[in-house]
C-alpha cells in the first residue's frame, strides 16, 4: 500500500508542477486542503475518491493517468469505448454537443449518481428518457 501511496504522490506532484502550480493553489482549486495534498504527494496518506477525482480535474489529467501501469490492465477496452464514443459525439449537431458539454460541466455530481447505476437501472432510465423525448408518457 506505501508503494501505491508514494506512486500517486509522485505523480500528482509531477503534473501540478508541470503546471507551475503550488500545493496551496492546487488545493484551493480542488477544494483540498494544502496539507492533505502535501501529504499526498510525500505519500504519507491517500485522499477520498472525489477529492482524488477533483485534483485530477484540475490537473487536466485522468484518474489512471496517476495510477500504476498495473492498474491500467482494461485500458485497451476504454481505448474501444472511447473511440466508439468518439464516433457517436461527431454525428452530434451542435445543439446537442452543446446540451452534453452544458451537462458535463454543470451536473457532474448527476452524472456520477447515473454512472453507479446498475445495468437494469441505466436501462429503465434510458427507456424513461427516450419516453419523454418521443413525448410518450
Known amino acids: 500500500m506505501n508503494e501505491l501511496k508514494n506512486h500517486i504522490g509522485k505523480k500528482v506532484k509531477s503534473y501540478r508542477k508541470s503546471l507551475n502550480m503550488t500545493t496551496a493553489e492546487l488545493g484551493r482549486l480542488s477544494k483540498t486542503s494544502q496539507s492533505t495534498i502535501s501529504g499526498l504527494e510525500r505519500g504519507e ?10 485534483i485530477c480535474d484540475v490537473l487536466g489529467v485522468g484518474l ?48 456520477r449518481i447515473i454512472n453507479e447505476l446498475d445495468s437494469t437501472q441505466k436501462k429503465h432510465l434510458t427507456m424513461f428518457l427516450s419516453s419523454i423525448a418521443n413525448n410518450k408518457y
Not at 496518506?45 to 477533483?54: A, G, L, Q, Y
Not at 490492465?73 to 458539454?101: A, F, P, Q, Y
Open 45 to 54: 496518506r491517500f485522499v477520498t475518491f472525489d477529492s482524488m477525482i477533483d
Open 64 to 111: 489512471y493517468d496517476v495510477l500504476p501501469s498495473e492498474y491500467n490492465k482494461n485500458l485497451k477496452g476504454m481505448d474501444e469505448t472511447k473511440e466508439k464514443s468518439n464516433i457517436i459525439l461527431d454525428r452530434l449537431s451542435v445543439d446537442d454537443t452543446e446540451l452534453i458539454e452544458n451537462l458535463v460541466i454543470n451536473y457532474m455530481p448527476l452524472l
